[in-house]
């Protein structure tokens, strides 16, 4: 049976989808922590230099991923390596191959249930951008739509941290939500075309944050 791939891409955004991903707060709660990240304009200057890091130093991997799909290895070794950072990379770990798990309890792709195999087998890193442009790919969705999907798990994962660390209410957050798609859709526009080899950090201090956070005295989040 065919399914619209706006079932899935909503499936897949609905936060009811088991990745893990409201554990992590991808350092904003270390740089809320640090005074970094004061009020509702101070959340979205952070918000958009994030969304501009992932734009440009993991989008890259969610295209090649998913154009290529047997080159999934490669690229997700070549993600790992461009990943010091000891906690991003093992948030990103976590995050990847939890949406592995759910997309093959989800949608029992068999190229889903071997490469879920093959990281076990194989001690691969599993990172989430190579799995969300493999999941993507699989399952029918475009690839601009897995690109989205991806750039809007990122914002609504950090938009819902601040609203548990007290930045910001539940209802302001939408509004913070809304007013960052343009945002994000500019950050599409400009990385949907670039390469792995074309990925760069362009915000060196969110990674000190994200880096400091296992030395956080008290802390939410896993990252």
């Given at each position: 049976?065919?399914?619209?791939?706006?079932?899935?891409?909503?499936?897949?955004?609905?936060?009811?989808?088991?990745?893990g991903g409201f554990a992590h707060s991808g350092g904003l709660e270390t740089a809320w922590q640090l005074?970094?990240?004061?009020?509702?304009?101070?959340?979205?200057?952070?918000?958009?230099?994030?969304?501009?890091?992932?734009?440009?130093?993991?989008?890259?991997?969610?295209?090649?991923?998913?154009?290529?799909?047997?080159?999934?290895?490669?690229?997700?070794?070549?993600?790992?390596?461009?990943?010091?950072?000891?906690?991003?990379?093992?948030?990103?770990?976590a995050l990847g191959q939890g949406l592995l798990s759910g997309a093959v309890a989800a949608f029992g792709r068999e190229a889903l249930s071997t490469l879920k195999a093959s990281i076990r087998r194989e001690r691969l890193a599993g990172h989430l951008p190579t799995i969300t442009g493999m999941v993507g790919a699989e399952v029918g969705l475009p690839l601009a739509g897995s690109q989205r999907l991806f750039l809007f798990l990122h914002l609504r994962a950090l938009v819902s941290t601040a609203i548990r660390l007290g930045i910001i209410g539940p209802l302001e957050a939408q509004a913070v939500q809304h007013r960052m798609g343009p945002v994000a859709e500019g950050v599409l526009g400009r990385c949907a075309d670039l390469a792995p080899a074309d990925a760069a950090g362009t915000m060196p201090l969110h990674d000190l944050f994200q880096g400091h956070h296992d030395r956080l005295y008290s802390r939410l989040f896993m990252s």
């Amino acid at each position: 049976m065919t399914v619209n791939p706006d079932w899935l891409l909503w499936q897949l955004a609905d936060s009811a989808f088991p990745t893990g991903g409201f554990a992590h707060s991808g350092g904003l709660e270390t740089a809320w922590q640090l005074g970094e990240v004061r009020g509702r304009e101070g959340l979205e200057h952070h918000l958009a230099d994030s969304l501009d890091q992932c734009g440009h130093a993991s989008l890259p991997f969610v295209g090649a991923v998913h154009r290529e799909p047997a080159r999934f290895t490669e690229w997700d070794h070549w993600y790992d390596a461009t990943v010091a950072n000891h906690v991003a990379n093992r948030a990103s770990r976590a995050l990847g191959q939890g949406l592995l798990s759910g997309a093959v309890a989800a949608f029992g792709r068999e190229a889903l249930s071997t490469l879920k195999a093959s990281i076990r087998r194989e001690r691969l890193a599993g990172h989430l951008p190579t799995i969300t442009g493999m999941v993507g790919a699989e399952v029918g969705l475009p690839l601009a739509g897995s690109q989205r999907l991806f750039l809007f798990l990122h914002l609504r994962a950090l938009v819902s941290t601040a609203i548990r660390l007290g930045i910001i209410g539940p209802l302001e957050a939408q509004a913070v939500q809304h007013r960052m798609g343009p945002v994000a859709e500019g950050v599409l526009g400009r990385c949907a075309d670039l390469a792995p080899a074309d990925a760069a950090g362009t915000m060196p201090l969110h990674d000190l944050f994200q880096g400091h956070h296992d030395r956080l005295y008290s802390r939410l989040f896993m990252s």
